[in-house]
Each structure stands twice: as structure tokens, then as C-alpha cells.
């Protein structure tokens, strides 16, 4: 078993076609490095524990609920660093003992100015280049271990800020039409560590480049399907692949770049034949699906069997206006700021939006509180009523009336 620093880990293993094109070279001499604090284990990891100076998985036989084959999985998410200057790339130098059978990986991600994240990268074998400058970078390990003998000793991490990166900037989030299936699964964990509850609220996509820490909404989709809309939080990996951002431009998927944006690699594999009509795995793919929906999404918007929806990567868009927190459960988003509008939208929990503008529209009550003030959510094109934004002012400060 030897031991090994390398930058991201280069024996984490990749299906063909899987390397990212954003990657860049080595950051400069120069740039911001940090070690990385192993020891904090939170309530945003899974499986993992500190113990003898390394890090180690807990459970050699877990594994999360809709990418269950693997077994001995396990992440750590850590702490965010704060930089004092704002920073493009991120190099990651981890030091490890892996035997042959496991894998570990190394993904960055970083938070600009206005609160929004990029997705997660890999910072595998080079610095992983971030869609846009950011001041703020945090580091994710994941450990596939089911010997249970991997050693993650120590990891630093370097960044700096090189060429601005050609990027699409789009105004509108993505949005596609995919097969949904019901995930189940009651009583089993998430790949974020989530145990599901019956009648859950959550999705799940087929990469972690897009999945949100325990607990947080900072990757939602909105589904929308035979019923009314739901937004709900990205907290497991899976149907059938685990590396297909298939929501993202060919250019940048990190895997399957032959297909179009849009295009699950599970789709191609059922209707077309791609891939020999296996998924990354390969396992035969039984149907197309591109999410899982926890059955309280599931049952939400209108299916009553596996079916299509279209489906909104609210991430993906813009950053318009200023960011909130929400609170409540199952709250309604409407196309004017009243009751009596139309449904656009639900939040199924606690979400981070964008609100654009605020105006004065139907005085509600709601758990004693009284407000007549509605923000306008311009990813979802409708109002929320300010009672369900978590800050103390009726009146959002810094947001213009519309």
C-alpha cells in the first residue's frame, strides 16, 4: 500500500470520455495555499471518521440509497475558505494510502460575491478551472472503499487566479424534458446523508457536480409535471450514472460528451442503443430516466407512475438581483402577489432565491405574522409573500420596489 500526493488524486478512475475540458495547468507559484482541517466531522458528512491521523470510512458496507451498488462510500465536506482576493483555479495536493479497489476523489467548488456556488469540479491531475472568479472555495472528499483500508492523511489546497474562463453566460436556467422515476427508498441515506423520510421532498441527479451539502437548497431543480411545478433540493446521486451532467453544454459534461445538453446518457442508452444500451456502469438500462424524485415531489406534481417533466437546473442561470433564505414547507410561489393568483411554483423547504424587486400586494397572516410585502423571484416568475423570506425586515433592505 504506498503511500500518495498528487494533485486531486490521479487513481480516481473515470469512464471514457470523462475528462473535463475546463481543467487547466498547475496554478502559479504564489497563490493562496491552505491545508485542509480532516478532524471536523459534521453533520454534512457521511460515513467517514478521523482517527490515528487519517481519514477512513465508518461502514465498509454503506452505501447511498439510488446509486446503491457501491459500497464503502463516504464524504467529507469542508469548512469554506475565505480568500482575500478572488481566485479562478484550485489545485488540490492530497496525501493518501489507497489500495487497489478504491478510489478517492478531490471536487472544488467556490462562492462569488453575490452568494451564488459554481458547481463542483474534480481537482484531479491539474487546478480545476471555476466557471467565473469567486472569493470563497470549498473542498469535497469522497471516499468508494469497501475494504475499508484507504487513508486520507492530509490534503492542501492552492489557488490563484489565471485566463478568464470562455463561458456561456445565459440569463434563463436551463431547462429540459426528461423521464422521471419515484425514488423510494424510504429509511435509506443520500449520497449528502439525508435518511428519507415517507413523503420526502427531494431529487436526485446523475452527478455530484450538482449535489447539495445535508440539509441546504444550494442546488434546486423546479420539476414541473402533469399537476403544478415543485422546486426541490438535488440531495442524492443517481438514476443509472453517477458522472452525467447532462444539463450542461457538450463541451463541459464531464462525461458522454458525444450527446447533446439535455440529453441524459440513459435516454441514449434505452431509445437509441448508446453505449451498447448500457449505462457507465455497465448495467442495461431498463428505462431513460435523467432524476429520481422523493415520493412527496413525486406525488406533488402529478405522477402517479414514472412519466416525463420538465425540469429547470435553477443553478444554471444568472445570478439576478440578491440572494435569501427561505423558510417553511410547501410554500407557494404565485404569478401575482396574491392568494388568489395562479400557482407558478412550490418550494418544498428552506431554499436560497434570488429576489429581483419587491412590491406591496394582498396583506396575509401566517403563524401570527402579518405583511403585505411579495418579492418577485425571476427564476420562477412568480411572487413569494416577504413572511417566508428568513430575515428579520418585512421589507427586504437593498431590493428595489418593482
Known sequence: MATLACAGLAVNTSPAGAADSQKSTRVASGGITWPANLTRIDADDVNVRYAQGALRIRQQDFHSASAGTEQGYGTQVLAPKKLD????????????????????????RGRAEDG??????????T????????????????????????????????????????????AAAFSA????????????????????KPNDHFVALP?????????????????????????????????????DDYWNPSSTRESFKDLPQGKPEAQAAYENGYNGGLDGSGRRVANPAGIDLADGTFANVGLSDNGWVTVTYLWTGSQTGKTFPTWGTDVRIRQQATTASAEVGRLAGPTQ???????????????GITNDAWSYLPSYGGY?????????????????QC
Open 353 to 367: 432565491v434570488n429576489v429581483q424587486c419587491q412590491v406591496h400586494g394582498q396583506r396575509i397572516t401566517v403563524d
Open 85 to 108: 482576493r478572488p481566485v479562478n483555479r484550485v489545485q488540490a495536493e492530497l496525501s493518501a494510502r489507497v489500495p487497489s479497489g478504491a478510489r478517492v476523489s478531490v471536487d472544488v
Open 177 to 196: 424534458r426528461v423521464f422521471a422515476t419515484r425514488e423510494g427508498l424510504v429509511g435509506g441515506t443520500t449520497a449528502n446523508g439525508h435518511i428519507i
Open 384 to 400: 413569494i409573500s416577504n413572511i417566508f423570506i428568513d430575515v428579520a425586515d418585512s421589507w427586504l433592505p437593498g431590493v428595489p
Open 207 to 243: 452527478s455530484r457536480r450538482g449535489l447539495s451539502p445535508n440539509g441546504s437548497s444550494q442546488y434546486s431543480v423546479q420539476v414541473c409535471g402533469p399537476a403544478r411545478c415543485e422546486t426541490a433540493p438535488v440531495w442524492d446521486v443517481g438514476p443509472w450514472n453517477t458522472r
Open 127 to 170: 487546478a480545476a478551472a471555476l466557471p467565473r472568479t469567486v472569493t470563497t472555495v470549498q473542498a469535497r472528499i469522497t471516499i468508494w472503499d469497501k475494504d475499508g483500508t484507504a487513508r486520507i492523511q492530509g490534503l492542501r489546497l492552492t489557488a490563484d487566479r489565471g485566463p478568464e474562463p470562455r463561458t456561456e453566460q445565459r
Open 116 to 125: 451564488s456556488w459554481t458547481e463542483w469540479r474534480e481537482a484531479a491531475g
